[in-house]
């Protein structure tokens, strides 16, 4: 017996997203809207008021990429990833400790970590906005650690120490699961 879900259906995103996402987001969001076609699993089992709309037009390489990061990064503690603007940030206990571009690693830094990255020549994570580019404080991972897990780990577990720091600083304190 043939299944009645189809394996691949060109389905015009502008048509199903304002009945998938709610009215309430195609009011509030439109422009961030992927048009044109989407592969039927693209979308199936992640609708509802969680679906992330750019996560729409990832392709499988990115991924592939952001969970193989997030297995490797599992030796320092319980990472998560979330997408968020059109990148996914990486989280332990709350805190952000990194974030995923481009398919591109970047830890976060502070005063006590800073120098390590800079040693070896790392470039930071930037944005431009209304024509001004803007620095974060994440840098880019060491190629050298993305070939090495525990060597990642010790970066990546430098990278939560600042984020654990920088919270601190703000008066956060990092979640725990309930």
């Known amino acids: 017996m043939q299944s ?4 691949s259906a060109n389905v015009s995103i502008n048509a199903v997203a304002p ?7 195609w009011l ?8 044109g076609k989407a592969d039927y699993h693209s979308i199936k089992g992640r ?15 990115q ?13 320092i503690g319980p990472v998560k990833s979330n997408f968020m603007f059109g990148g996914f940030g990486l989280f332990m206990e709350g805190l952000m400790f990194g ?3 481009d398919s591109e690693l970047y830890l976060k830094v502070d005063a006590q970590n800073l120098q ?10 930037s944005y431009g906005k209304s024509g001004k580019e803007f620095k974060m404080s994440y840098f880019q991972a060491p190629e ?3 070939e090495d897990s525990e060597l990642l780990s010790v970066w990546a577990s430098n990278a939560y120490g600042a984020a654990m720091r920088a919270a601190a600083k703000k008066g956060k304190r990092a979640k725990t699961k309930k």
Request: aromatic share 10%.
């Open 116 to 125: 390590n990255f800079e040693d070896l020549g790392l470039q930071a994570f």
């Open 47 to 61: 609708v509802g008021k969680c679906q992330r709309v750019g996560e729409l037009a990832l392709s499988k390489e």
């Open 28 to 35: 509030q969001a439109p422009a961030k809207f992927v048009r």
């Open 4 to 7: 009645s879900t189809p394996q």
């Open 99 to 101: 974030l995923i571009a």
């Open 19 to 25: 009945f998938m996402l709610g009215l309430s987001f």
């Open 63 to 75: 991924r592939e990429y952001v969970a193989h990061i997030v297995d490797l990064l599992q030796a």
């Open 144 to 146: 050298e650690a993305m």
